[in-house]
C-alpha cells in the first residue's frame, strides 16, 4: 500500500460529533507515551501529521484524518479511509474527574463507532506484560471489538528482550484466550512493521470494497 495523501480533517469530543461514517476506519490506541504519533507519522511518512509529545496525555480528543492510499505507488485504484488517533489510556496527569470522561468518551467509540474496522493497540515493547494493557485487550475482548497489537520502540531495547516481552506477553493472553490475534513489532525509527500495519489495512479495505 502506498499512501498518497495524508490530511488532518477534525478532533472531536464525543463519538456522536465524529465525521459522517461513510468510509472504513482504524484507530490507534495504547498506553500514555507509548510512541502512538510517531508511528501514525511513520505510517503516513508525514513527521508534521500527528503531534508528538514528551508529556504524557497530550492527546485528549478523537483525532480524524482522512487517508487515500493505492496499492502500489503510481497506481489508480484508491481507497478512501480514515485513521484516528484516540487518547492515551492509564497515567496522565489529570484530575480523576478528567480521566472518567476520557474512559466513557473512548468507550462510547469503541462501542458505538459503526465503521470502525480494527483497533492497533500499541503496546511498549520494552516493558514486561503490564495488566494495564492485558486489561485494556480483555475488555475490547469483551465488546467483541477486533484489534490488532503493535509492540512499540523495538529500536530503544535489543532483540531478545524485545522477543521475551512479545512472547511474555502473548502468553499472559492465552491464559483467558483460546485464539490470539494479529500482531506487529514495529519501529518508527526504523520504519519496521509499517508495511505488516499497512499490509493488514489494505486487506480489510479490499475485503470491504469486495
Known sequence: MHISKAAYLVSSPEVEKCPAPDRPEYAFIGRSNVGKSSLINMLCRNQKLAK?????GKTQLINHFEITSVKQEGGRDYSNWYLVDLPGYGFAKVSQTQRRQWEKMIENYLRKRENLIMV??????RHEPQRIDLDFVNQLGEWQVPFTLVFTKADKENQRTVAKNVKDFLNAMRETWQFLPAHVVSSAIKQTGRDKILGIISELNKEISG
Do not use: K, N, Q, V
Open 52 to 56: 508528538t509529545s514528551g508529556s504524557p
Open 120 to 125: 492497533f493497540i500499541l503496546i511498549d515493547s
